[in-house]
């Protein structure tokens, strides 16, 4: 039975930066492509940005200028690179694994844009 974790979430002020992570563990990415998703609060679940198995990315249209998905050369951590956050960036992040047979959310992390 494989998971992801994720951590890296945190206060941060406007225009700041965060990187998160999503930690897999049974399985690696060379199996998997992992998506990050997010939700604020009163709101629904939305995406945020993708690597296939083959690095290939994908990015919500409002995002890609700010955020970065990749993941390392172990495979086994992915990461989002989030730069010049907003307070419209604050939610609770989800890492979301998807392989043949499995898919794995996270529990999330927490990001909160306040000054």
């Known amino acids: 039975q494989g998971q992801v974790k994720e951590s890296g979430g945190g206060l941060v002020q406007p225009g700041g930066s965060l990187r998160l992570s999503c930690a897999a563990s049974?399985?690696?990415?060379?199996?998997?492509?992992v998506a990050w998703h997010r939700q604020a609060p009163g709101k629904e679940r939305e995406f945020v940005a993708a690597?296939?198995?083959?690095?290939?990315?994908r990015y919500a249209d409002s995002l890609e200028d700010r955020f970065t998905v990749s993941v390392d050369d172990a495979r086994t951590t992915a990461y989002l690179q989030m730069n010049l956050l907003q307070h419209d960036d604050t939610a609770m992040y989800y890492c979301?694994?998807?392989?043949?047979?499995?898919?794995?959310w996270g529990q999330g992390t927490q990001v909160t844009v306040s000054s």
């Open positions: 979301y694994a998807v392989g043949v047979t499995f898919n794995y």
């Open positions: 049974g399985f690696t990415f060379n199996d998997a492509a």
């Open positions: 690597i296939s198995e083959f690095g290939v990315t």
